[in-house]
T-cell receptor
Framework: GEDVEQSLFLSVREGDSSVINCTYT??????LYWYKQEPGAGLQLLTY?????DMKQDQRLTVLLNKKDKHLSLRIADTQTGDSAIYFC???????????FGKGTRLSVIA | EAGVTQSPTHLIKTRGQQATLRCSPI?????VYWYQQALGLGLQFLLW???????NRGNFPPRFSGRQFPNYSSELNVNALELEDSALYLC?????????????FGPGTRLTVL
């Protein structure tokens, strides 16, 4: 079955770049997503990338997709304390399949 | 435009009771998804409703059930509650137009089973 893997923790200093990595197994993935969850809140959609793209940039966020290796990354430039949260990677297969989420990466930003 | 709303925010029940959780999707969205987020387990897919019908179901026992109403709002029912049902239950909605199926999430209902 499909599986999405992420490292569980990442700690960075304020002002540095953060890179959160994700690998997936479903080769029929159509879209890949990044969501952010702050404490006690629901998931906020950050960005998504279509599987035939290899990069997408949106302000401080850069998504890189290596379809051959099934590897997705989210880079946050100039990381701020407000970026501290859990970041979930999710992939959408073809047809009537639901999103498959990774377990989330907890990003801690040190001032 | 209003986002996905869920009620109640918190729910406390005892073992064996039943819980009902509610979700209103974004206006114009016809699909509603339910997820369970238990501590340390990430998001587990529960149920997916589209146009009033159940389209897919995750690996959960039958005591987890739900429905979608003609106005596309949805209810999740959990019968015979067990301690391990304690979790944050998240609802998401999407338009289901085209392959993208981007899901937008509500703030969740935190269910505590004592």
């Amino acid at each position: 079955g499909e599986d999405v893997e992420q490292s569980l923790f990442l700690s960075v200093r304020e002002g540095d770049s953060s890179v959160i990595n994700c690998t997936y197994t479903d080769s029929s993935s159509t879209y890949l997503y990044w969501y952010k969850q702050e404490p006690g809140a629901g998931l906020q959609l950050l960005t998504y990338i279509f599987s035939n793209m290899d990069m997408k940039q949106d302000q401080r966020l850069t998504v890189l997709l290596n379809k051959k290796d099934k590897h997705l990354s989210l880079r946050i430039a100039d990381t701020q304390t407000g970026d501290s949260a859990i970041y979930f990677c999710a992939e959408k297969g073809s047809g009537n399949t639901p999103l498959v989420f990774g377990k989330g990466t907890r990003l801690s930003v040190i001032a | 435009e209003a986002g996905v709303t869920q009620s109640p925010t918190h729910l406390i029940k005892t073992r064996g009771q039943q819980a009902t959780l509610r979700c209103s999707p974004i206006s114009g969205h016809t699909s509603v998804y339910w997820y369970q987020q238990a501590l340390g387990l990430g998001l587990q897919f529960l149920l997916w409703y589209d146009e009033g019908e159940e389209r897919n179901r995750g690996n959960f026992p039958p005591r987890f059930s739900g429905r979608q109403f003609p106005n596309y709002s949805s209810e999740l029912n959990v019968n015979a509650l067990e301690l391990e049902d304690s979790a944050l239950y998240l609802c998401a909605s999407s338009t289901r137009r085209g392959p993208r199926d981007t899901q937008y999430f509500g703030p969740g209902t935190r269910l505590t089973v004592l």
